[in-house]
């Protein structure tokens, strides 16, 4: 059925809508894969002025749809007019439900940049199957949650050459800036609200006939281990990180570990069905964590504060009241009603440390890894930068490649993207991947 539109941007008006806009306006152009952008969302005089403020340098005339996810009528039209959604409304547990709905129904494609394993993993189990009957293809966390790790796991994975093979890969994240950085107030509420329906995560998976844990044999991380590490590798402190992260990869690494034989399936294009079986028989799944990492202890120590205050505070009512009317006071300035300033933006950065440990010979696994290859991702400030950056170049491949994706369903980013062109993609648009280092040790690590 043809399409009005290429791409619709719902949600263009919040802050990082507007700089998604900005970023997918760079690609629009006749001969290209996206030839045509509507907006959408809730006020069109918001989208009109966002409209303004991202095509300064060039002014656009773009549509401007009005839906709302209250009303499902306007969803369904919506809809109906794209090949492709791109959803920033958020939080997601809020919001993303009706729009995920109306895309598997209307057979239209959806990516959106959720960092909510609740709303994904929920999404998987509700949707999938209606959306693999429709053909909408359904990704979320195609932003810095959480493409960086996907791609940085399966980067780390591809230089273990056989018969070498990892056993387990800890990132670290590292968030900097000569500044301070700050993150909007949406992705604070929805971790907020992550804690106050954790109960909600550990019920949706245990009532989950699939299995969430990945089937990889070794020893997995140290359980042991201490809270607070100093990563004299890399010169950083870390600490664990309840990230979306681990819940996306571990979604991938299940699918490859369960189901290789349906990944090789996927595409219905002969030719790229034999690149993804080339692509996934050079992957070795391997035990996966995240932590967040700083230069010295007292940055560390800020993380844990603000770890604690929303996991705490988060779990009662009055808690979350304060949580939510004081956000700069209860996360130490890390996250702000109005978002970060142009300059904070500029000047931030992040770095994604991949430390993997494993075996020499896959045929002589031992109790303690020889093998270390540490690898690193990096790139521009993560949720104004970077996500839009990552977003844009995912619907840019939905959009021009898409007979050699799955035909339809949902899967975590991994699973689509991975084998496609993603990383070169982003290498052109300035993150990084990069091999640190290579190194055989026989004592213990
Ligand atoms: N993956 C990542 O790394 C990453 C990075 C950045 C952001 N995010 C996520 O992206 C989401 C958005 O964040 P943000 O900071 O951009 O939030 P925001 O500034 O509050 O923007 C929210 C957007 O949703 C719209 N909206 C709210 N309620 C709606 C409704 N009922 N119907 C239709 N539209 C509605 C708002 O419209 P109005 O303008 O009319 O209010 C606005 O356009 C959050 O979930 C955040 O966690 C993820």
Redesign the pocket.
Known sequence: MSKLYDMII?????????YVVKEALKFLSPNSPLTSIAL????SS?LAETLKWASTSQPTALPILV?????PSSLRRMASQAKLVLN?????R??GEPVVAACVEAGCDYL?????PEFMERMEADYHEKAVETGSLVVS??????VPAELGLLFNSRQWFSPAVPNRVQAYVSLESDKGMA?????Y??AVLGVANADNLTKLRQSSRKRTQPLIPGYGPDPKGPTIEHQKKIGLWAVKLPT?DTSVVRRTLSMLTDNPSGLQGASENPKYAEIRTAFWSNIKPAHFGVKIAAKNRLGILRFIAVGLSIGLLGRFSMGRWLLLNFPSIFSLGLFRKN?PSNEDIDRASFKMWFLGQGFSDASHVSKQPDTEIITRVMGPE???V??PVILVQCALIVLAQRGDLPKGGVFPPGIVFGPTDLQERLQENDLSFDVISKSYVSSKL
Do not use: Q, W
Request: glycine content about 18%; proline content about 2%.
């Open positions: 719902f949600g263009a008006s919040g802050f990082t809508g507007k959408a969302g809730r006020s918001k839906a709302d996810t209250s009303d920033c409304v958020g939080p997601y809020l919001h959106d940049i959720s960092g909510e966390a195609c932003g810095f949650d959480s993150l909007n107030f949406a992705t509420e929805s979306a978002g993560v949720g104004y970077t996500t």
